[in-house]
């Protein structure tokens, strides 16, 4: 019986890295250092040499570095932030703790991001709702950034600010720069499952601005003024531990070669699933660090898919069966003009397969056989 075939390969990276790991974790423990220790500081400069931003700024996880920015932009009740309803809840769910209204904004069927115009419909909606637009927040779907150019004009025409949610993406380029120089602001996060992922909760905001990397590093510590008593504005403890610092010092000295990888894979899959189904395209000046290998099933029955996957030993995930806008917590929140019907659509359609650096090619030779087999059984069933 073949080897189980794992979704996202954890335990084949921590093998690569080795005794570096536990010496950089084992440091930790010896120093003692355990809130703001020197990793710290060392991981933000090693980031900021990583993308080119000037400023990084740590913090406990992939939500707080949305909602430390979003303190720090002031954003409050009447205000209106525009983002795709086809993404984590986490992009919108933080526009809703500062009591501001999410607008579920459309994505494109091609890249999953962020649709033009769809945005400027969900700007027309903000204001015809009376509320005062202040910004939006692009998500780079998958592992591919946003098409930023128009964005970026349409932000700078409406007076709005643009924080671009990198979650999955950081380690990608667009139109030859790097995630994590574009916007006023970008964060990420390092949760394990993620191209750069730490041992637990993780994340960071990098920007080029002063003023605000100055008011994103008080808020991560209570708001904290001159010295640690002295509290100058309503801050949160969104500060990154050091033991996980510790761990991405030493992934991130693998990354590059790691995205290197990611790419081979993805082409792998692309070149020989392409004539079967519809497969993830980057744009030319775009790269990807393919947090997801994403297919799209339209035409197919995704369930039986995923039922014919699994009999054949290949895991699949959904991300995400159902858009922003149709869940509990967010359904009442206004969307973009005639709605997101791409995001719908797109929810019911896509599956992703298994995609790590450390695949190898006789492992997706078999997840590639049981995709091409699961699609010919449905596609004989549908002419019988």
């Not at 995630?179 to 499952?193: E, L």
Request: proline share 5%; net charge negative; glycine share 8%.
């Amino acid at each position: 019986m073949s080897d189980p075939i794992a979704f996202i390969d954890l335990a084949a990276q921590r093998n690569r890295i080795g005794s570096a790991m536990d010496e950089a974790i084992l440091r930790v423990v010896n120093h003692g250092g355990y809130i703001m220790g020197p990793e710290v500081k060392t991981f933000e400069a090693d980031l900021s040499a990583f993308c080119g931003a000037k400023h990084v700024i740590s913090c406990a996880n992939g939500t707080d570095a949305l909602l430390m920015v979003l303190m720090a932009k002031g954003v409050k009740e009447g205000d209106a932030v525009l983002c795709p309803s086809f993404t984590f809840a986490a992009t919108a769910e933080v526009v809703a703790q500062v009591n501001a209204t999410p607008i579920f904004v459309d994505v494109r069927e091609d890249t999953f991001n962020l649709d033009m115009a769809s945005l400027e419909a969900g700007l027309k909606t903000a204001k015809k709702l009376g509320l005062n637009p202040v910004g939006v927040i692009p998500v780079d779907l998958f592992g591919m950034p946003a098409d930023y150019d128009p964005i970026e004009a349409f932000c700078k025409r409406e007076g709005l600010w643009l924080m671009c949610d990198a979650a999955q993406s950081f380690g990608a380029s667009y139109k030859g720069r790097k995630v994590g120089v574009i916007g006023d602001c970008t964060t990420t996060s390092f949760f394990p499952a993620k191209p750069l992922g730490c041992y637990g909760d993780g994340g960071a905001i990098f920007t080029n601005d002063d003023e605000l990397a100055a008011v994103l590093r008080s808020i991560r510590v209570h708001g904290q003024g001159t010295e640690k008593y002295d509290n100058v504005r309503i801050g949160m403890n969104g500060r990154l531990d050091t033991m996980q610092a510790a761990v991405l010092i030493e992934k991130l000295k693998i990354f590059a070669s790691e995205i290197e990888a990611r790419d081979r894979v993805a082409k792998y899959y692309n070149d020989n699933l392409r004539d079967v189904a519809v497969v993830p395209e980057v744009p030319e000046g775009y790269t990807s660090v393919w947090a997801q290998y994403t297919l799209r099933m339209n035409g197919f029955n995704r369930e039986q898919f995923q039922a014919d996957l699994k009999a054949a030993g290949v895991p699949t995930a959904v991300y995400y069966p159902k858009p922003l806008n149709q869940q509990t917590a967010y359904k009442h929140y206004p969307v973009a003009g005639n709605g997101v019907p791409v995001s719908e659509r797109l929810a019911a359609e896509v599956i992703s397969l298994p995609m790590h650096p450390y695949l190898t090619q006789d492992v997706q030779d078999r997840i590639i056989k049981a995709v091409k087999d699961a699609l010919a059984n449905q596609r004989k069933a549908a002419a019988e």
